[in-house]
């Protein structure tokens, strides 16, 4: 099996202007890579480098994924996400194990990079991201 290395970790939030400055000065790293993502109703933005980095998600509209999941749950973590060499690739082998998906293809996210979720169902309650890493420049702040 191929090792995948976590990407990003999600947080869903109501605004990016409140919350951003409260994880600037837990994490000592400054946002970087803010970025709204019109196909999926998100604004994002991103702190740290490298593995460990935290991606900060706010909804631009009611009907996105990440308003329904604050009106559901409230501000938190929303996924998990690790990087792949081929989204599509990945959809098929979880695919094949029986996986529920919420992608059936991948599609377009934050900085040019394809990515697609995996329904919390089949992992155990967490949202799971994949980040294809070919393609788009990886370590611009890219995620989902």
Do not use: W
């Amino acid at each position: 099996m191929t090792e995948r290395a976590l990407d990003h970790v999600g947080i869903a939030v109501h605004s990016l202007d409140e919350s951003l400055p409260v994880f600037e000065s837990i994490t000592g790293h400054k946002g970087h890579g803010r970025e709204r993502v019109e196909s999926q109703g998100v604004e994002v933005v991103f702190l740290g480098t490298g593995e460990g980095r935290l991606e900060l998600l706010a909804p631009t509209r009611d009907d996105s994924a990440v308003a329904r999941f604050l009106a559901k749950r409230g501000p938190g973590m929303h996924h998990l996400c690790y990087r792949v060499e081929d989204v599509a690739a990945e959809l098929d082998r979880y695919r094949a194990a029986g996986a529920q998906l919420i992608d059936e293809a991948p599609r377009p996210g934050a900085h040019g990079h394809r990515v697609a979720f995996i329904h919390p169902k089949s992992t155990n309650g967490v949202l799971v991201e994949l980040l294809e890493t070919s393609g788009a420049g990886h370590g611009s702040g890219a995620g989902d």
